[in-house]
């Protein structure tokens, strides 16, 4: 026959060391075992009492809720049986909630070309590491780094910079972040980098509507035309001297003029923080007219189609020629009205600036012919589009 052997409880715990952090849940678990088996399993704590309000025993397992420094300390888990009472012990260490002692704002705006300075740190009893990521990833951009305090610096701003930026610290026991959107932002116009980077023209970006608005945009800023006020000259992609031949209906000649990267939205807020804005336009005409029947126009940033030319004013169907009476006509509006064979010239600036920058030229009246008595008779042009210029602060 088998013996069996009779005494004391026989108990064990799971885990026997927990570390945790305030504010969570922790589990304890007791396997007791005997001959005979114990009739009671109990937890209590060594030095103190158990939270009544926030601990459960169900079956030998203990449970504690939102734990805090105060529950630090042994558990113990005792069985008793008919031979006696036999205890095991779990060590509790609950550490400090990992926080931000030092967090950077939400978001935050550097100007550009300066030195950007975000600070950010944190405490818990366990040392916490920190670290900082960039648009979700642990690679920041070029000429942003982290010094021995754990700031992060951007020097000197610019528009790569731009983003999201994270600061994370962690602990054996957990991990906290917090974001900051770094935007950048740039002169309005070259009348400000002037007042506030350099006085020296070259090229630079602007940003007319600023960080919340369309990306900045890089112009060229002469320093030194109209006073050295600081005027803003905006390129486009069809500013060389163009041909024009074969187009005979008025206006059947269409070339589209795109400012990119700079948007015409962009560019509606350069000219109404400007208070002046101009854009030199030119034709050169052979037998082609521009103002008689409407052969050509330009079309305004809004899609208007405007008629009128170099320097002359809106409402005026014509050239600058026809309002000063200069025409090599007179009774003409346009020199290229004159419609003869010999090269003429209608140029100028377009000064409204409510109608610039120009985003498309029409022309008509370049399909060459044959008079009625056998001459050939050539009818062709070249327009010249110059960049849009702005200048002053309204």
Not at 118 to 125: E, K
Not at 151 to 170: D, E
């Amino acid at each position: 026959m088998p013996v069996l052997i009779l005494g004391l409880p026989s108990v064990r715990v799971a885990p026997d060391k927990i570390e945790t952090v305030e504010g969570r849940n922790v589990s304890m678990t007791c396997n007791a075992t005997g001959n005979p088996l114990p009739h009671s399993v109990t937890w209590s704590k060594a030095q103190g009492l158990l939270p009544s309000s926030r601990s459960f025993e169900d079956g030998g397992s203990l449970t504690m809720t939102n734990v805090s420094a105060l529950d630090n300390g042994s558990y113990l888990c005792t069985a008793t049986n008919i031979w006696g009472k036999k205890s095991s012990a779990v060590n509790l260490r609950v550490y400090s909630t990992l926080k931000f002692t030092i967090k950077p704002p939400s978001n935050i705006t550097v100007k550009a070309h300066e030195t950007l300075t975000l600070s950010c740190s944190a405490s818990s009893d366990l040392l916490p590491t920190m670290a900082w990521m960039w648009n979700g990833t642990s690679s920041l951009p070029s000429g942003a780094g982290i010094d021995s305090s754990n700031n992060l610096i951007v020097s000197p701003a610019n528009l790569t910079h731009v983003g999201n930026y994270t600061c994370n610290a962690s602990n054996a026991l957990s991990s906290i972040q917090t974001s900051v959107i770094v935007y950048v932002k740039y002169p309005e116009t070259c009348a400000k980098v002037k007042a506030n980077i350099s006085d020296v023209s070259a090229d630079y970006f602007i940003d007319p509507d600023g960080v919340l608005g369309d990306d900045p945009f890089p112009v060229y800023c002469n320093m030194t035309d109209k006073g050295g006020v600081g005027v803003t000259v905006v390129s486009h992609d069809s500013e060389n001297r163009t041909h024009v031949d074969g187009f005979d209906p008025a206006g059947s000649y269409s070339l589209g003029i795109n400012y990119n990267p700079a948007s015409i939205s962009q560019l509606k807020v350069l000219t109404d923080l400007s208070t002046n804005c101009q854009q030199f336009i030119k034709y050169e005409c052979l037998d082609s007219r521009i103002s008689s029947s409407k052969f050509a126009w330009w079309v305004s940033r809004d899609g208007e189609e405007m008629f009128y030319f170099d320097g002359a004013s809106p409402g005026y169907d014509g050239c600058a020629c026809g309002k000063n009476n200069s025409c090599v006509k007179a009774s003409n509006v346009c020199n290229c009205d004159e419609n003869s064979p010999i090269w003429r010239v209608d140029s100028g600036l377009l000064t409204n600036k409510s109608h610039l920058p120009v985003i498309q030229l029409r022309f008509g009246d370049t399909g060459s012919y044959y008079s009625w008595n056998g001459e050939f008779r050539p009818e062709e042009g070249y327009h010249t589009l110059g960049k849009l210029e702005c200048y002053g602060i309204n």
